[in-house]
């Protein structure tokens, strides 16, 4: 079974301030793990994944998140938070054997302050 | 080009009726999928079809009824609409190979009156 555990629901910084958003996840194989966005009444946009390449993944708009095995632990950060950034963030994850569909984290909001 | 569509966006409708979703994605992809959103924004898999077989069919009503004409299209019809149905749905596809994200649709949000 698999699963993923966002540790915060919700995080408020400043402006100009660093990003921090935890993710712990859970799987019986090696992990394809996942960042998705998702602003106000829109869709669901990729951020940034991790295929067991490199473990420090780069994703879009400044977004990055370190895959850590012995914590099994996959972050997200960002140096410098803008207003735009404020959304609901999502870590996910998929198993490469058995249930293939991606399973999500409860979502942590993350609030923008000026 | 919209990789993932689903129609239509928004879907009110009366407790009882019966209502359809569609969804079509122009990627190639080999999955496609239904997950549903509540109200706290908790996105949960509903169907899952590989090459138009149903491979993932989690516990919900019967009334929730997946069709799968094709391999890129895949829709969802309620039936006798209750207000808990109340949700937005997406539809999402993959491809199975490599492990690969999924791309979601804006997704359809369903107010049951």
């Known amino acids: 079974a698999q699963s993923v555990t966002q540790l915060d629901s919700h995080v408020s910084v400043s402006e100009g301030t660093p990003v921090l958003l935890r993710c712990n996840y859970s799987?019986?194989?090696?992990?394809?793990l996942f960042w998705y966005v998702q602003h106000p009444n829109k869709g669901l946009q990729l951020l940034l994944k991790y295929t067991s390449a490199a473990t420090l993944v780069k994703g879009i708009n400044g977004f990055e998140a370190e895959f850590k095995k012995s914590e099994t632990s996959f972050h997200l950060t960002k140096p410098s938070a803008h207003m735009s950034d404020a959304a609901e963030y999502f870590c996910?994850?998929?198993?490469?054997?058995?249930?293939?569909?991606?399973?999500f984290g409860s979502g942590t909001r993350l609030q923008v302050q000026p | 080009d919209t990789a993932v569509s689903q129609t239509p966006k928004y879907l009110v409708t009366q407790m009882g009726n019966d209502k359809s979703i569609k969804c079509e994605q122009n990627?190639?992809?080999?999955?496609m999928y239904w997950y549903k959103q509540d109200s706290k924004k908790f996105l949960k898999i509903m169907f899952s079809?590989?090459?138009?077989?149903?491979?993932i069919n989690e516990t919900v009503p019967n009334r929730f009824s997946p069709k799968s004409p094709d391999k890129a299209h895949l829709n969802l019809h309620i039936n006798s609409l209750e207000l808990g149905d109340s949700a937005v749905y997406f539809c999402?596809?993959?491809?199975?190979?490599?492990?690969?994200?999924?791309?979601f649709g804006q997704g359809t949000r369903l107010t049951v009156v």
């Open positions: 079809y590989n090459n138009k077989e149903l491979i």
């Open positions: 799987s019986s194989y090696s992990p394809s």
């Open positions: 990627l190639g992809h080999d999955t």
């Open positions: 999402a596809s993959s491809q199975t190979q490599g492990n690969t994200e999924a791309f």
């Open positions: 996910v994850v998929r198993s490469y054997t058995g249930r293939r569909a991606l399973t």
